[in-house]
T-cell receptor, first 119, second 119 residues
Framework: AQSVSQHNHHVILSEAASLELGCNYS??????LFWYVQYPGQHLQLLLK??????LVKGIKGFEAEFIKSKFSFNLRKPSVQWSDTAEYFC?????????????????FGQGTILTVHP | EPEVTQTPSHQVTQMGQEVILRCVPI?????FYWYRQILGQKVEFLVS????????KSEIFDDQFSVERPDGSNFTLKIRSTKLEDSAMYFC?????????????????FGPGTRLTVL
């Protein structure tokens, strides 16, 4: 079964610091990769996604992520965080094949990383 | 911008009671999902629904759970006889195209969640 791990449970940064959140997945086949963000009191929102092509993907609000297939990783980065980036960040994976059939988009999530940015 | 909505935002129930959680997906979306997040744990996939039938379900989604699209707009999750361990945040999601591996595969849009508390 697919599994996703996020290395950090809670990251605390000051404004303007650089951010990198780790994400590793276990499935060796073709995958779609996502980072979702949940701001306090709000619902999960898509930050960025990787389906194919350029392994460096850019998302909203200055975030980017790099897909490294050999490392089964999809780390999220931002060169300079802001106080408004305080939120919980979730890495998610959809593997494209399930045994005996076609995957209908089931997402497997990591445990989430809480980011706190101090002004 | 269209959104997925969920009602109620918080549901408190006694163990053994039936609950129905309601979701209104984005109107032109075709694939529907339920996920849950037990406090302190990962977001877990429960079920996906397409063309008026379940397309995929997890081990969590046992006989106590059912889903329905009773009309053209609502998508419901029913728990027949709630248990203490069903206490969680339940998220509904929808996507335009959920077929993984298809060129037109789309990301899932999540609702704000319903917090279910079973006493």
């Amino acid at each position: 079964a697919q599994s996703v791990s996020q290395h950090n449970h809670h990251v605390i940064l000051s404004e303007a610091a650089s951010l990198e959140l780790g994400c590793n997945y276990s499935y060796g086949g073709t995958v779609n990769l996502f980072w979702y963000v949940q701001y306090p009191g709000q619902h999960l929102q898509l930050l960025l996604k990787y389906f194919s092509g350029d392994p460096l993907v850019k998302g909203i609000k200055g975030f980017e992520a790099e897909f490294i297939k050999s490392k089964f990783s999809f780390n999220l980065r931002k060169p300079s965080v802001q106080w408004s980036d305080t939120a919980e960040y979730f890495c998610a994976v959809n593997d494209q094949e399930v045994s005996g059939g076609t995957s209908y988009g089931k997402l497997t999530f990591g445990q989430g990383t809480i980011l706190t940015v101090h002004p | 911008e269209p959104e997925v909505t969920q009602t109620p935002s918080h549901q408190v129930t006694q163990m053994g009671q039936e609950v129905i959680l309601r979701c209104v997906p984005i109107s032109n979306h075709l694939y529907f999902y339920w996920y849950r997040q037990i406090l302190g744990q990962k977001v877990e996939f429960l079920v996906s629904f397409y063309n008026n039938e379940i397309s995929e379900k997890s081990e969590i989604f046992d006989d106590q759970f059912s889903v329905e699209r009773p009309d053209g707009s609502n998508f419901t999750l029913k728990i027949r006889s709630t248990k203490l361990e069903d206490s969680a945040m339940y998220f509904c999601a929808s996507s335009l195209n959920g077929l993984a591996g298809a060129i037109s595969y789309n990301e899932q849009f999540f609702g704000p969640g319903t917090r279910l508390t079973v006493l």
